[in-house]
């Protein structure tokens, strides 16, 4: 089974920073893209960052100049810097790698359990 473990979540004031890590376990045979999405309440899951395989990284306007993608293929997992933070930026963090298992032809999204990020004003 492969499964996405999230940490680095909290409380934080507006202006401050926060780290997201997150690792994928179980046997993969390759990770293409990997990434972080978002969803405040009441509001539709949203994209914040995506990263390949490669390295070539994609943000969503909000977070540009403010927000780091990056990932460590040999330890599996990816990360999200998170700077300058706002109170709209409060929501369920989400990671998500798209995964090709060993045995299996196809690639497949796996999702982690969600982390809450909480900035006040």
């Known amino acids: 089974q492969v499964q996405l473990v999230e940490s680095g979540g909290g409380l934080v004031q507006a202006g401050g920073s926060l780290r997201l890590s997150c690792a994928v376990s179980?046997?993969?045979?390759?990770?293409?893209?990997m990434g972080w999405y978002r969803q405040a309440p009441g509001k539709q899951r949203e994209l914040v960052a995506a990263?390949?395989?490669?390295?070539?990284?994609n943000y969503a306007d909000s977070v540009k100049g403010r927000f780091t993608i990056s990932r460590d293929n040999a330890k599996k997992s990816v990360f999200l810097q998170m700077n300058s933070l706002r109170p709209e930026d409060t929501a369920v963090y989400y990671c998500?790698?798209?995964?090709?298992?060993?045995?299996?032809?196809?690639?497949?999204?796996?999702w982690g359990q969600g982390t809450q990020v909480t900035v006040s004003s």
């Open positions: 990263i390949t395989s490669g390295g070539t990284t």
């Open positions: 998500t790698a798209e995964v090709r298992r060993l045995g299996v032809k196809f690639s497949s999204d796996y």
């Open positions: 179980g046997s993969t045979l390759s990770i293409n893209i």
